[in-house]
């Protein structure tokens, strides 16, 4: 244990530590159902959690476990029932941090009377854009979502499809530049190509140092995507942390690709090493320094050696199991 004297001549440090842009404290939140009101609810159960700047945080949960709850919590939409938390270091519900937040809800509504582009000079002016800032940005923007300007201009919303519709809905969430950006299901009812290009937009909004937040239950998106995840059950937050302290690194089972070299030296290493023309793979178990030093003194070739490790989906489901939750229809 540290001494109070050891405390007392201890040096200052200069630098402070980066303080979280998201953190909670046994965020709670209870409803009132039932014809009399005599029955309670809660979706959201002693949530504490932190997300730093920068970073992309995935929330991950089934049907129901509270996910859309926290987020909107978070965004002041809804009061805590117990527990506290901030944002962008103010306390939730503070009106002054919303000019710097970005949010794309699950089901949008827009009205879809006006054209994409009209929305989108309305969203702008919801924060006080000016004329010359807003001509700059709605084609910035339409054209980071991947919407043809053409079509924004002059098709209504109510005739776009649900991947136009998810796209306009990213542009507004982003039309103030935010810090930080909340994405409830951004994958929602888009086909590969809409995933594969909401992924790309995703990942060069982390790039410019963006802080994202965001549910999904794509598992394999998250896993590409997401710096820290959390597991929401029941709404109860059973597990956070980074993929490779979620899912472990410390196995030591490779899966290998190669060609060339001395098939009987190689099947010592790997007992059950499968050929296919002049290719083979296999499975290694041991130090990956011993496998490349054998491959490079039989001038072998290797073509791919991955870690073997359960993948993000399945660690869901072993979660979910170990807490005694149905996982199957």
């Known amino acids: 244990m540290t001494s109070l004297a050891s405390l007392s001549i201890a040096p200052m440090r200069s630098e402070s530590p980066v303080q979280p842009v998201v953190q909670t404290f046994g965020l709670s939140k209870s409803y009132r159902t039932g014809f009399w009101l005599n029955k309670v609810v809660t979706p959201l159960k002693q949530c504490s959690l932190s997300v730093y700047p920068g970073q992309t945080f995935g929330l991950l949960g089934p049907n129901g476990a509270g996910k859309t709850t926290l987020l909107k919590t978070l965004l002041g939409i809804i009061r805590p029932t117990a527990g506290r938390g901030f944002v962008l270091g103010e306390s939730l519900g503070d009106r002054s941090v919303k000019q710097r937040i970005g949010y794309l809800p699950e089901n949008p509504y827009f009205y879809d009377y006006l054209t994409g582009w009209e929305f989108l000079e309305f969203t702008a002016g919801l924060f006080q854009l000016s004329d010359a800032v807003k001509r700059r940005r709605i084609p910035e923007l339409l054209d980071l979502v991947g919407l043809d300007r053409g079509a924004a201009q002059k098709k209504q919303m109510r005739r776009y499809s649900k991947g136009m519709l998810q796209r306009v809905?990213?542009?507004?969430?982003?039309?103030?530049?935010?810090?930080?950006?909340?994405?409830?299901?951004?994958?929602?009812?888009?086909?590969?190509?809409?995933?594969?290009?909401?992924?790309?937009?995703?990942?060069?909004?982390?790039?410019?140092?963006?802080?994202?937040?965001?549910?999904?239950?794509?598992?394999?998106?998250?896993?590409?995507?997401?710096?820290?995840?959390?597991?929401?059950?029941?709404?109860?937050?059973i597990c956070e942390g980074t993929i490779d302290e979620l899912l472990g690194t410390d196995t030591e089972i490779y899966q290998v690709r190669g060609r060339g070299g001395d098939v009987d030296l190689l099947r010592q290493l790997m007992p059950e090493l499968e050929i296919q023309a002049e290719y083979w793979h296999g499975e290694y178990k041991g130090e990956p320094e011993r496998l490349l030093h054998m491959l490079h003194e039989q001038q072998a070739q290797l073509l791919k050696m991955d870690l073997i490790r359960p993948s993000l989906e399945e660690f869901f489901i072993q979660q979910l199991r170990a807490r005694g939750l149905k996982t199957s229809a």
């Open 169 to 237: 809905g990213m542009a507004q969430a982003l039309i103030n530049d935010p810090d930080l950006i909340f994405l409830d299901e951004p994958m929602s009812g888009l086909d590969p190509l809409g995933r594969f290009q909401m992924r790309e937009i995703i990942l060069s909004l982390k790039a410019q140092g963006k802080t994202l937040f965001f549910n999904s239950h794509v598992l394999s998106d998250v896993e590409l995507i997401c710096d820290r995840v959390a597991i929401l059950a029941q709404g109860e937050l």
